[in-house]
């Protein structure tokens, strides 16, 4: 028991020796690394050296992104009170709620959205190709087939290089490695590539950025992606409004074709007996007359019903508003040389005198540990003997 109540006053005492540390003491612990720096100060340059080499070394290697970036606005003026002849007529009229507010950005994202994206043509030098096979050109993927640096596959399976996405191709046709390719390129753009976000909650500006290697496809490629999601956008909510116009033209045109037909059959009838004179006569006359008027009056109703749908399909019609869009140069995380150097050299020198430090504090810690054992070890030595 006395041991232990030893070893507690001596563990305490130097406690009370460390909290008490003067500011003398301290200059002297400071003075003392600071020494110990200094004489290691060419490995800490050395460090520094090669950190910085690697820094510029991985600055050359590192891909250039480029980024498009869009700013849009999605609006579409809808009647306050909700009237319309659509929803008159109980076929409905309004716009579908699955593809309002923040859901567009939703659409965005769609990975039909972006297969068909990369599935629509595009210029490369001149030639009308796929985004798809733009996209393999731009990742070198047709110049490594050309090199033969692509081996071929073996067991049935079937190469990339064999594979091509020709302009205009049905998707039904599509095999089974075409579909296969063409998900994968599609998720890694969805995951890495794709950025949609709304710019404040209480604003309606969104903003698209799209980053890619090839600056020419980020720029081609961001148009194109939003230019079929506002089509599919527009086409979705407008749907059921251009159906009941083209059900309603095809109604007035349908009696508008009656009423040419019952106004012809009423001429040539009086051509016909234009000597005749009976009750039979006058009747039939008046039968065409009345048949004119009731078509002209369901006719002329229907137009007007027509026009309506007309305001309705403008109305419910969003308007995609783009309010800043990239030109080239587009903006890049390209990173100088002279700041790799530099950032990597201080990173260097930095862990370089760190590691330093560690190594002393801990040298210093073993001697302690070892002056202290030798301590307690020559105090029980002492009480055996005595």
């Known amino acids: ?17 460390t909290s ?48 498009a970036e869009y700013v849009f606005t999605v609006g579409g003026s809808t009647s306050s009170t909700g009237f319309s002849i659509s929803s008159l007529l109980g076929m409905g009229g309004s716009a579908m709620g699955a593809f309002s507010g923040d859901n567009v950005l939703e659409l965005l994202k769609s990975r039909t959205i972006v297969e068909n994206t990369l599935l629509s043509p595009c210029v490369f030098n001149g030639d009308t190709i796929t985004f798809m096979e ?9 110049m490594q087939c050309e090199m033969g640096e692509i081996k071929e596959s073996e067991d049935g399976i079937v190469s990339i290089c064999d594979i091509s996405y020709p302009v205009g191709q049905d998707r039904e046709t599509f095999s089974r490695a075409q579909d296969s390719i063409l998900k994968k390129k599609s998720g890694s753009l969805l995951k890495n590539n794709i950025l949609v976000s709304r710019r404040d ?11 890619y290697p090839d600056e020419d496809f980020a720029k081609s490629f961001s148009a194109a ?34 009423l040419d037909k019952t106004i012809a059959k009423s001429s040539a009838y009086m051509d016909g007996n234009r000597n005749a004179s009976g ?3 006058s009747a039939q006359l008046k039968k065409y ?48 040389k002279l700041k790799g150097l530099i950032v990597g050299g201080f990173l260097g020198g930095f862990l370089a005198c760190l590691g330093c430090i560690a190594f002393l504090y801990f040298k210093d810690l073993k001697t302690k ?18």
């Open 369 to 386: 540990i070892e002056r202290e054992t030798k301590e307690i070890s020559s105090s029980e030595q002492k009480k055996e003997l005595a």
């Open 201 to 211: 909650k209480k604003l309606s500006y969104m903003e698209y950025q799209f980053l």
């Open 20 to 67: 008490s540390m003067s500011l003398t003491d301290i200059i002297t612990i400071v003075k003392k690394y600071w020494n110990f720096l200094w004489g290691k100060k060419w490995i800490i340059i050395i460090s520094g050296i090669l950190c910085g080499i690697l820094g510029v070394v991985c600055v050359c290697n590192k891909k250039i992104t480029y980024k």
């Open 1 to 17: 028991m006395s041991e232990l109540d030893e070893l507690y006053k001596s563990l305490m005492s130097e406690e009370s020796k």
């Open 289 to 336: 007359e009345v048949d004119i008027q009731v078509l002209s009056a369901t006719y002329q109703e229907i137009q007007k019903n027509i026009k309506t749908l007309e305001l309705d399909l403008a109305r419910e019609t969003p308007l995609i508003q783009i309010i800043d869009k990239p030109f080239h140069p587009l903006p890049n995380d390209k990173v100088r």
């Open 279 to 281: 009750s039979y006569v």
């Open 225 to 258: 992606h939003l230019k079929v999601a506002a089509d599919f956008y527009t086409q979705t909510k407008t749907e059921l409004s251009s159906t009941n116009l083209a059900s309603f033209q095809q109604k007035a045109d349908s009696i508008r074709n009656e």
């Open 134 to 142: 733009y996209s393999l050109i731009c990742d070198s993927i047709r």
